[in-house]
C-alpha cells in the first residue's frame, strides 16, 4: 500500500496552492508535524506571513501536530503581540528609547507561552489563534472565528470570540480516540485504516 510522500511540497499534481506545511517552513520557532497541510488562495508563502508578532527575542513557538488543516487567511498572533494590562498605561515607552529606554525595568510583557495545535485538527478560513493557545486533538475551528482559549479535544468551536458548538464524540469514544492516537501508527497501518478512519465506526481501526 502506497501513502502520499511526506517530503513532498505540493501533493496534488498540478496543484501549488496546497502543500505539506512542514516542507515550507524557514523560521525554527515553528514546528510542524507529517502530512499537515496548508491550503491558499494565493500563495503557499503567505503562512509565516500570517504568524504575527513572531519575534525571535521572545522565544515562544507555534507547534502544529500532524494531520492538521489550515485553510487560509488563518492568522496566528503570537506574544510579541502582547502589551501590559495592569499598568496605569498599555503603551510600549521602552521601545522607542531615548529618556523612556528604561521605563521597562523590572517589569516584563505578558508571556502565555508556546501556541499548540494538536493532531487531526482542521482550522477553518479567516480563523485567528491568540497567543498562546492549545488546540486539542481532533478538534475543528468554524470559519472566522477568534480562538482566545485552550480547545477541548474532539470540539467544534465557532464565533468570536470562540465558544464550543458540540462535542464529536461522545466522552467515552473520545477517551478511545486519545488513547489509540492513531496519527502516530507507522503510515502503513494508517495506509489500511483510511476508509475506516473517513468512517465513525471505531471497532472497525485494527
Not at 521602552?94 to 529606554?101: E, M, Q, S, T
Not at 505578558?110 to 478560513?125: A, R
Not at 468551536?157 to 473520545?174: A, E, V, Y
Request: charged share 25%; proline share 4%.
Amino acid at each position: 500500500m502506497i501513502a502520499p510522500d511526506k517530503e513532498k511540497t505540493f501533493p496534488l499534481e498540478g496543484y501549488t496552492r496546497l502543500c505539506f506545511l512542514k516542507n515550507i517552513i524557514s523560521n525554527p520557532n515553528i514546528e510542524v508535524g507529517d502530512y499537515t497541510y496548508f491550503d491558499d488562495f494565493e500563495d503557499v508563502a503567505n503562512f509565516e506571513k500570517n504568524v504575527k508578532y513572531h519575534f525571535d527575542f521572545v522565544g515562544d513557538k507555534l507547534k502544529i501536530g500532524k494531520f492538521c488543516m489550515i485553510a487560509s487567511d488563518v492568522t496566528f498572533i503570537m506574544n510579541g503581540a502582547n502589551h501590559l494590562t495592569k499598568s496605569i498605561s498599555s503603551y510600549p515607552f521602552a521601545v522607542f528609547g531615548h529618556d523612556w529606554k528604561d521605563s521597562m525595568e523590572g517589569k516584563s510583557y505578558p508571556l502565555k507561552g508556546d501556541t499548540i495545535i494538536e493532531n487531526d485538527v482542521w482550522i477553518g478560513y479567516g480563523s485567528t489563534i491568540m497567543p498562546g493557545v492549545k488546540v486539542g486533538n481532533g478538534s475543528i475551528i468554524a470559519a472566522n472565528t477568534t480562538v482566545i482559549k485552550d480547545v477541548e479535544p474532539y470540539s467544534i468551536i465557532g464565533g468570536n470570540p470562540g465558544k464550543l458548538i458540540k462535542k464529536r464524540f461522545t466522552d467515552s469514544q473520545i477517551s478511545k480516540l486519545l488513547e489509540m492516537n492513531w496519527w502516530d501508527w507507522d503510515i502503513e497501518k494508517i495506509t489500511k485504516n483510511v476508509k475506516y478512519l473517513t468512517g465513525s465506526e471505531l471497532d472497525k481501526l485494527f
